[in-house]
């Protein structure tokens, strides 16, 4: 998109999790839907709600909030507003809050689900880049649990890495 090639880029996230068995994170799919419409917006065609409107279906059920104070300040801050107020839902109402306050830098997003314990505790090891099976033997759980607690985190979080995840901890205070 930087670089202007919008065609290029709805190339590139068209059909992102649609194959079948494929699962992709909500947050990846709703970031690729939010590429399509910006990628829809510098093309300067209007049909940038379909993708919008995905990537809010798609957000509303885990209340994922981070990928759309990402785009603030871009061409998709209309076509996003018209698309908010349109929808009478808890990711609306979360969103008009944060989407509202032009100029404003985003204040870091409040956890809607909080974290466990234990999900506490994988998210502190993340800072050191251990691998899911150091971790694991750390916290003595298995491999698997490790996985399924980064999932949670990341859910919870509205995130899809560990860097991302270790960043968003720090600013909610969580993580050192």
């Known amino acids: 998109l930087a670089a202007g090639r919008t065609g290029a880029a709805e190339r590139a996230v068209a059909g992102l999790g649609d194959a079948p068995g494929e699962e992709t994170d909500v947050v990846v799919?709703?970031?690729a839907a939010l590429?399509?419409?910006?990628?829809?917006a510098r093309a300067g065609t209007r049909?940038?709600?379909a993708p919008l409107g995905r990537a809010l279906d798609l957000a509303a059920a885990e209340r994922v909030v981070r990928p759309f104070l990402a785009v603030r300040g871009t061409e998709l801050d209309e076509p996003l507003a018209r698309a908010v107020a349109r929808r009478d839902d808890a990711l609306a109402a979360l969103?008009?809050?944060h989407l509202d306050a032009p100029g404003r830098a985003p204040e870091p997003?409040?956890?809607v689900e909080p974290l466990t314990e234990?999900?506490?505790a994988v998210l502190a090891v993340l800072p050191s880049m251990?691998?899911?099976a150091e971790v694991a033997a750390d916290l003595f759980v298995s491999v698997n649990t490790v996985k399924a607690h980064l999932k949670s985190v990341y859910r919870k979080l509205g995130v899809g890495s560990r860097r991302e995840a270790v960043?968003?901890?720090?600013e909610l205070g969580v993580v050192p």
């Open 167 to 170: 960043r968003r901890g720090r």
């Open 109 to 111: 997003v409040p956890l």
């Open 118 to 120: 234990r999900e506490l």
């Open 130 to 132: 251990a691998s899911n």
């Open 29 to 31: 799919r709703v970031e």
């Open 47 to 49: 049909r940038v709600d």
């Open 95 to 97: 969103l008009r809050t």
């Open 35 to 40: 590429v399509e419409a910006s990628a829809l």
